[in-house]
């Protein structure tokens, strides 16, 4: 309360967005009491999906035009996770939390996830991994098949993203699957086992109103998942509706559509518990998840908060590196955390995979 009552205070905040940070805040510090020393966090980065949606802006390629770099990929990522592992345990190091992302990691086949988590397995320290998380994200990727590889591999936590519920508007940003494909494949994912899982959702997008965004939570709480992630449209130079120099609607009642969301999350047991912010998103507001009090995504945390190394794997992964003693650049300027980026372009990675895991390396070692 007190924290509440200063933030409205001394820095005008709304006493809704003041409780909003505060709840925040309160998980952040929870998970901080539980890190330990000699972990570490790891990302797998997979830069594939089926299209390209206008307002992504990652490393990610579509995969029926990059078809044929998918299976050398999926080679130089087995090598880097392999040289990873090698690193971690001459570090003597762990791995608390393992998030493969993108991109799509469900574009890929059946047998290639099979072979990237079987390596995981075999290559690095998983031994009291707290959470292993795959994104699921496009619907139309999703099989059962696949479901099926994801549990024998021990994944329990997945996303399977709509953005909008409202098919004119998905067609409209570039993906081909149906609002009925998402029913299905979270139906899938029950039925496999998953008891927790993750849906993102985005307010603002171009053509929708309030009354889309009540349509998708209306549907999104028929399906009740284990947490939501709320996205304020952030429109970037990178993605197609940067490269349109498409701005911003002020007037598309994003607020309230984010207040919708947070209702719609309250009613099926959600609470907050991780935000942040983006370069020119929509209405200056910030990207919230919300989720049952023990499926919290424990790596969205960790990734925020910056109080613990981040692994990265991939073609534009980027590694968070947190080191024990302070150093100082050459501008004179006191850090103790590096970032090593991997380069983005993804044949470039394939050709330079030997170079991205020394980086890395050489830096655990101080």
């Known amino acids: 309360a007190q924290a509440c009552r200063e933030l409205e205070r001394e820095y005008h905040v709304s006493p809704r967005r003041a409780r909003l940070a505060v709840e925040c805040a309160r998980a952040s510090l929870a998970e901080d009491r ?23 802006s990652f490393v990610s390629a579509d995969v029926g035009r990059a078809l044929k770099l998918v299976d050398p990929y999926v080679e130089a990522l087995l090598e880097e996770v392999r040289r990873t592992g090698q690193v971690l345990e001459q570090a003597g190091l762990r791995v608390r939390t393992l998030y493969v992302g ?58 399977i993203n709509p953005q909008t519920m409202n098919g004119e508007t998905l067609m409209r940003m570039g993906r081909t699957h149906t609002p009925e494909q998402i029913v299905q494949a979270f139906a899938l994912a029950r ?55 498409r701005k911003q609607d002020l007037h598309s009642e994003i607020s309230q559509m984010i207040m919708s969301a947070a209702d719609c999350a309250k009613r099926i047991g959600l609470q907050p518990y991780y935000l942040y912010r983006q370069k020119n998103i929509a209405g200056n507001f910030e990207n919230v998840g919300y989720a049952e009090l023990d499926k919290a995504g424990i790596y969205n945390i960790l990734i925020m908060e910056e109080k613990q190394t981040i692994l990265a794997a991939g073609a534009g992964a980027s590694t968070k590196i947190l080191l024990k003693d302070p150093i100082r650049t050459d501008s004179g300027k006191e850090i103790n955390l590096v970032r090593c980026e991997n380069v983005k372009n993804i044949m470039e990675y394939i050709d330079r995979v030997d170079e991205m895991i020394e980086r890395k390396g050489e830096w655990l070692w101080r």
């Open 34 to 56: 539980q890190l330990e020393e000699g972990q570490v966090s790891l990302y797998i980065g997979i830069p594939f999906c089926p299209t390209r949606c206008a307002y992504c």
């Open 102 to 159: 993108g991109g799509t990691p469900t574009t890929l086949s059946a047998s290639q996830l099979d072979r990237l988590l079987a390596a995981a397995e075999a290559h690095l320290p998983l031994a009291g991994c707290r959470e292993m998380t795959v994104e699921a994200g496009r619907p139309d990727t999703i099989t059962r098949e696949k479901l099926e590889v994801l549990r024998e591999h021990g994944i329990e936590r997945i996303s």
């Open 191 to 245: 039925e496999a086992g998953f008891e927790a899982i993750n849906m993102d959702l985005i307010a603002g997008l171009p053509g929708e109103d309030a009354s889309d965004m009540e349509d998708t939570l209306r549907q999104v709480e028929e399906m009740h998942p284990d947490s939501l992630t709320v996205h304020a449209l952030a429109i970037k130079r990178a993605a197609r509706y940067g490269q349109e120099g």
